[in-house]
């Protein structure tokens, strides 16, 4: 079982830029995908990006397409959300979740508490 913790929120002004972490303790890091969802207050949660176990496979939510990157580090049992270009409606909990066999959009097993984004126009 698998315990992920996210850091790097916070505020920032829009066109800023935020770094999102998600750090993973206790499992095999390097065979679960990992997913960054969000949400809103008063709306559903959103996918916003997927990396596969190896790295080699990555996705992303039209609304985020060129602006954020999803990385990991096996070595380092962390995956990184780069956030660039950020707009007002950005502004969300970021979750990080992990499962051994969710293939992008989908249910995944493991969930962290979250991180706030709040972007500033």
């Known amino acids: 079982q698998v315990q992920l913790v996210e850091s790097g929120g916070g505020l920032v002004q829009a066109g800023g830029s935020l770094r999102l972490s998600c750090a993973a303790s206790?499992?095999?890091?390097?065979?679960?995908?990992i997913g960054w969802f969000r949400q809103a207050p008063g709306k559903e949660r959103q996918f916003v990006a997927f990396?596969?176990?190896?790295?080699?496979?990555?996705y992303y939510a039209d609304s985020v397409k060129g602006r954020f990157t999803i990385s990991r580090d096996n070595a380092k049992n962390t995956v990184h959300l780069q956030m660039n270009t950020l707009k007002p409606e950005d502004t969300a909990v970021y979750y990080c979740a992990a499962d051994r066999r969710t293939w992008g959009i989908g249910s995944y097993d493991y969930w962290g508490q979250g991180t706030q984004v709040t972007v500033s126009s």
């Open positions: 990396i596969s176990r190896s790295g080699g496979s990555t």
């Open positions: 206790g499992g095999t890091f390097s065979t679960y995908n």
